[in-house]
């Protein structure tokens, strides 16, 4: 079955920091390239980052910049995203989804995360 | 506010043929493929459209993309109450070197 499955989310206090991981199953994960797509509260959908399938190319939107950081690892399947400098505009469903260019074929379910004290 | 500019609502009864658009410039839309993607309540979307006019295996053949100059568009015809949700469009953006999505447009199923 392919399958996306984000985890890692939960509450954390401003300029704090976590990690989310995403692990892909079903498909050819190596080949692919993954992004990070987040929804805040009763808002639209963000695209986050993308990084190619050999995670030699990494983009970036410009409100993130300097604070997450994606990767893969393909001997495991999985991307990551870490985040840093925490801000309560961070709060929001992050997504993992596998595509390029605007093109995401396979959503996770999300995870959550909140930045509050 | 979005890169790409859709209307906040939409509506039509069952049946009925409904169109969302998706507005840009040359630096997304002129240039590049447009997605569209449908939402329920906070659950993962779903891709309806790529390539602006092709549609995934299992999206029926009442749903289509256009794409003409610098605006998008998604049709839904043979309305169901089930169509009801969330709608995005996205595409890539060379100033930005980044995607943008629009910012959703609710379709209501009067």
């Known amino acids: 079955e392919v399958q996306l499955l984000e985890s890692g989310g939960g509450l954390v206090q401003p300029g704090g920091s976590l990690r989310l991981s995403c692990a892909a199953s079903?498909?050819?994960?190596?080949?692919?390239?993954m992004n990070w797509v987040r929804q805040g509260p009763g808002k639209g959908l963000q695209w986050i980052s993308t990084?190619?399938?050999?995670?030699?190319?990494?983009y970036y939107t410009d409100s993130v910049k300097g604070r997450l950081t994606i990767s893969r690892d393909n001997s495991k399947n999985t991307v990551y995203l870490q985040m840093i400098s925490l801000r309560a505009e961070d709060s929001a469903v992050y997504f993992c989804?596998?595509?390029?260019?605007?093109?995401?074929?396979?959503w996770g379910q999300g995870t959550v995360v909140t930045v509050s004290s | 506010q979005s890169v790409l500019t859709q209307p906040p609502s939409a509506s039509g009864t069952p049946g009925q043929r409904v169109t969302i658009s998706c507005s840009g410039d040359?630096?997304?839309?002129?240039?590049?493929?447009v997605s569209w993607y449908q939402q329920f309540s906070g659950t993962a979307p779903k891709l309806l459209i790529y390539r602006s006019d092709q549609r995934p295996s299992g999206v029926p053949d009442r749903v289509s993309g256009s794409r003409s100059g610098t605006s998008a568009s998604l049709a839904i015809s043979g309305l169901r109450s089930e169509d009801e949700g969330e709608y995005y469009c996205?595409?890539?953006?060379?100033?930005?070197?980044?995607?943008?999505f629009g910012g959703g447009t609710k379709l209501t199923v009067l």
């Open positions: 040359n630096s997304n839309i002129g240039t590049y493929y």
């Open positions: 989804a596998k595509g390029w260019g605007g093109t995401f074929d396979i």
């Open positions: 079903g498909f050819t994960f190596s080949t692919s390239a």
């Open positions: 990084v190619s399938a050999s995670g030699n190319n990494t």
């Open positions: 996205a595409a890539w953006d060379d100033r930005l070197s980044g995607v943008v």
